[in-house]
């Protein structure tokens, strides 16, 4: 087996960094628990003790001029508990009134895929939509909740909406039905609180650097700065063109590359494919990680930090504060910021300089939280194209794509293009289409 990465460095968007002497991430910072395929890898690796939680479990909302704290009970954004959030003063009395309004109008027709913000402002109105759903949900994909597929980003929701008439009713026995599943898998004690999140204290980076060494041992060939500039059928197999001029044949391939790179290899050997993966949209963010002098940082800071609702109008969609929700990362007298701009459609930031990002966004968290001076350090990372957008369809759409490359023996796809753009999700993926062209190999060498 041989993996060819175009890039420097394996793992793609998971990249550990350094800033003032600490390690952080620069993409990713952790993943989901309950969706089992990354603590499944860390386990295979050994890893899975290791694993750390986040410190602080509540995020804030920067809404009406402060720090709002968000309310328990939110579902992607959607309040099971109306009253919980009238107390939190996220959104407006006028929102909240409109919200209420769920439980009384009639049923709304469900037919096919349709947005998320679609879903929520028919039934909670928009503000609801704008100030609660679409961070949450906007955040996850850099998106916008009024384009982003329900089906594809947000099947609870989607679920919830088509099981009846109030949307906040659904979520509720949604809610009752996994505690009770939950207290069950327990034997009645109740649901433990188990993590949602997990990471590795080392970084991630060294999650991918320890399946690579596994990887390595076993007898793989890890070949960094090798680019695939092409892909042709060679007798039963395939034949990979390379950066260097150089081909490499192949019994099987999967394409794990994002949708741009997987529709150019796909086009002359599979057009169709190629051409539903070139309309994916995409988006771009810029991770700015920044280092304060704790004196500087009014707190304390008791939550994993705030996101930013688009109507506020500021660069600033989100911001971690990285060393209260990672105990790990900390240096004497330090706080770790990390903050991100740019969503689909927006790409203020990646139109400026460094300086310029660092300065808007320091300006935003200084506003917001009361910061006192600048950063000793700041560290940009752009991410260029890197969120897929999940249009309404998009499931649809990869039924087509995985259909058509079905047709090629040998061949498969996999990454966060397709059916979640979560660290396990892309693990799953990996193993499908791993499993996928390995249940083939012995007709294709025979
Ligand atoms: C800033 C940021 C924060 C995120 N936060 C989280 C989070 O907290 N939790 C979470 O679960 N997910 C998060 N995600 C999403 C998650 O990181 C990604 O969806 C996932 O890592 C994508 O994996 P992938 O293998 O599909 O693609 P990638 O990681 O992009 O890997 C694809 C690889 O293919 C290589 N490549 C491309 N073209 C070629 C070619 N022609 N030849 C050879 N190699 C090629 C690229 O260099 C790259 O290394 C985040 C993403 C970003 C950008």
Same mark, same amino acid.
């Given at each position: ?78 309040? /099971?508990? =109306?009253? @919980? +959030?009238?107390?939190?003063? !996220?959104?407006?009395? %006028? #929102?909240? $009134?409109? *919200? ?65 008439? /109030?949307? =906040?009713? @659904? +979520?509720?026995?949604?809610? !009752?039905?996994?505690? %009770? #599943?939950? $207290?069950? *898998? ?69 394409? @794990?590359?994002?949708?741009?790179? !997987? ?184």
């Amino acid at each position: 087996m041989v993996v060819l990465e175009a890039g420097p460095r394996l793992g793609g968007k998971i990249l550990t960094g350094s800033l003032a002497g600490t390690r952080l991430e620069l993409g990713p910072d952790a993943f989901l628990a309950r969706v089992p395929f990354g603590v499944q890898l860390c386990r295979e690796l050994g890893l899975d003790q290791e694993l750390v939680s986040p410190a602080a479990g509540h995020a804030y909302l920067w809404s009406r001029g402060r720090l709002r704290r968000l309310p328990e009970g939110l579902v992607l954004g959607v309040p /099971s508990d =109306l009253g @919980a +959030l009238a107390r939190s003063g !996220a959104v407006r009395p %006028a #929102a909240l $009134a409109r *919200a209420a309004l769920d439980l009384v109008l009639p049923a709304t027709r469900v037919e096919g895929d349709r947005s998320v913000g679609e879903i929520v402002s028919a039934r909670f109105g928009r503000g609801l939509q704008e100030w609660l759903v679409d961070p949450l949900v906007g955040g996850i994909h850099a998106g916008r909740s009024e384009l982003l597929s329900a089906a594809a980003t947000a099947p609870q929701l989607d679920a919830a909406a088509r099981s009846g008439r /109030s949307l =906040l009713r @659904a +979520l509720r026995a949604q809610a !009752a039905d996994a505690r %009770a #599943a939950a $207290a069950q *898998a327990t034997g009645g004690a109740g649901a433990a609180a188990s993590p949602v999140f997990l990471t590795h204290p080392a970084g991630l980076s060294h999650v991918v650097d320890t399946l690579a060494g596994r990887l390595a041992a076993a007898g793989a060939g890890l070949r960094t700065g090798t680019a695939v500039t092409g892909l042709s059928r060679s007798g039963a197999g395939w034949q990979l063109s390379l950066g260097d001029g150089t081909a490499l044949d192949a019994d099987a391939v999967i394409l @794990a590359v994002p949708a741009p790179a !997987a529709a150019a290899l796909l086009g002359p050997v599979c057009p169709e494919a190629a051409a539903s993966l070139g309309r994916i949209e995409h988006s771009s963010v810029a991770v700015v990680s920044l280092a304060y002098r704790a004196e500087d940082v009014p707190g304390p800071l008791d939550g994993t930090g705030f996101l930013v609702p688009r109507p506020q109008g500021r660069l600033m969609t989100a911001a971690t504060w990285m060393t209260a929700k990672w105990p790990h990362v900390s240096a004497p007298g330090q706080v770790f910021i990390r903050a991100s701009a740019g969503r689909h459609r927006d790409e203020r930031a990646m139109n400026m300089s460094d300086a310029e990002v660092v300065g808007g966004l320091h300006a935003e968290l200084a506003e917001a939280m009361g910061l006192r001076r600048p950063p000793q350090e700041s560290l940009v990372t752009r991410w260029v194209g890197a969120f897929p957008q999940y249009a309404v369809g998009h499931l649809e759409r990869v039924d087509r794509i995985e259909a058509a490359v079905a047709g090629l023996p040998g061949l498969a796809v996999a990454g966060g293009a397709y059916r979640g753009v979560g660290i396990p999700a892309c693990i799953s993926s990996g193993r499908k289409a791993a499993d996928q062209v390995a249940a083939q190999l012995p007709a294709l060498s025979s």
